[in-house]
């Protein structure tokens, strides 16, 4: 597929349909976050990849807005070190990962976790990584695999300011 096509048909599907992903699809997406760009080419995050259904569910009910991994056939967690940039090299991470499941037939979903402690606890991570956000993929069910909701995007001149504020498009 396109990326353009990727990036405008791409949605999150909390939902999936109960299916194993295969671990050629997840070496797949791993290495879609491996190559994301990041500040200085540092590469601050590391992936905690989950097939583990008690893990996955155990990360779901600490998680307080990713209650999605309970039903994921594939999970990951993007640990990173404290700072600015580390946030940004992940959502990079997080996005390439998401783009090149999609164009596999794969669904995902972003979440993030309120108590990393609790996830630590689970997945044992050192102590200088904090989870930054969390993935779950899985195939998605019928009903995800049509075009997005139409009107879910702002048109771009709500949302573009050319060259000041409130100036719009040339």
């Not at 997840?26 to 590469?43: F, K, T, V, Y």
């Not at 779950?136 to 069910?141: N, T």
Request: proline share 9%; glycine share 8%; charged share 20%.
């Amino acid at each position: 597929m396109r990326t353009d096509e990727l990036i405008r048909s791409k949605r999150a599907v909390r939902d999936f349909v109960k299916q194993p992903i295969s671990a050629e699809i997840q070496l797949a997406i791993l290495e879609a976050g491996r190559h994301a760009p990041s500040a200085l080419n540092r590469q601050p995050w590391n992936f905690v990849a989950l097939t583990d259904p008690e893990k996955l569910a155990q990360l779901a009910d600490i998680s307080g807005h990713s209650g999605h991994l309970a039903n994921a056939a594939f999970g990951l967690i993007l640990l990173i070190p404290e700072g600015h940039w580390p946030v940004f090299d992940a959502g990079q991470a997080a996005a390439y990962m998401q783009l090149a499941a999609w164009d596999l037939g794969i669904a995902s979903c972003i979440g993030s976790f309120v108590d990393p402690a609790a996830a630590r606890s689970i997945l044992e991570y050192p102590e200088e990584l904090r989870p930054v956000c969390c993935l779950s993929f899985g195939y998605p069910p019928k009903e995800a695999e049509g075009p997005p909701r139409k009107g879910g995007r702002k048109p771009l001149n709500e949302i573009v300011h050319w060259n000041k504020w409130g100036a719009t498009l040339p």
